[in-house]
C-alpha cells in the first residue's frame, strides 16, 4: 500500500473504513453490530463491503480463532489526503481555487480548524497565473 496512487473507495465503504479507523481494528461481528444498527444494514452487505475493502487491498484481515480481525492499510489522513488530491485533479485546474472556497462554506468548522486554513494560506505563495487543464481549444473557464 506504500506506493498507492489511487484509491477508489465508495461511499459505504467510506462508512466502513470510519469504524475501522475509530476502533484501529473490528471484528465482522462488531462492524455488523454497529452499521447494522447506524444504517439499518443487513450482514450480508457489510461481509460484502468488506471483501470488497479487502481486495482493493485497503483492509487487511487476520484470523484470530474463530472470527476474522479487519484493520486499515493506509491511516485516515493518508486516505483523506489522497482522495482529496485524486478530487481536485479531476477538476479544471483555474476552479480548485472556487471548490476550495465552497467547501469552506459550507463546512463546519472550529477555530482551530479556521487557525489551520489560515496558516495554510499564510504560507502559500501565490501563482501568477493557472495554466488551465481542460479540453485544448475547448476551454470555457
Known amino acids: 500500500m506504500d506506493n498507492v496512487k489511487d484509491i477508489n473507495i ?3 465503504e ?8 475509530t476502533l484501529g481494528s473490528a471484528t465482522s461481528r462488531e462492524l455488523i453490530d454497529i452499521l447494522g444498527e447506524s444504517m439499518d444494514w443487513k450482514p450480508a452487505t457489510i461481509k460484502t463491503l468488506l471483501r470488497r475493502l479487502v481486495d482493493k487491498d485497503i483492509v487487511a484481515t487476520t484470523k484470530q480463532g ?3 480481525i479487519y484493520t486499515a492499510k493506509m491511516q485516515e489522513t493518508d486516505t483523506i489526503e489522497l482522495t482529496t488530491k485524486q478530487f481536485f485533479d479531476q477538476l479544471c485546474a483555474r476552479k480548485v ?3 476550495i472556497a465552497s467547501l469552506v462554506d459550507e463546512s463546519e ?3 482551530e480548524d479556521i487557525d489551520k486554513i489560515k496558516n495554510a494560506l499564510d504560507k502559500k505563495q501565490p501563482v501568477e497565473e493557472i495554466k488551465c ?3 485544448p481549444d475547448n476551454c470555457n473557464c
Do not use: D
Not at 466502513?16 to 479507523?21: A, D, L, N, Y
Open 10 to 12: 465508495t461511499t459505504a
Open 14 to 21: 467510506w462508512r466502513i473504513m470510519r469504524v475501522i479507523w
Open 66 to 68: 474463530n472470527k476474522f
Open 97 to 99: 481555487g472556487t471548490a
Open 109 to 111: 468548522l472550529t477555530a
Open 133 to 135: 487543464n481542460c479540453l
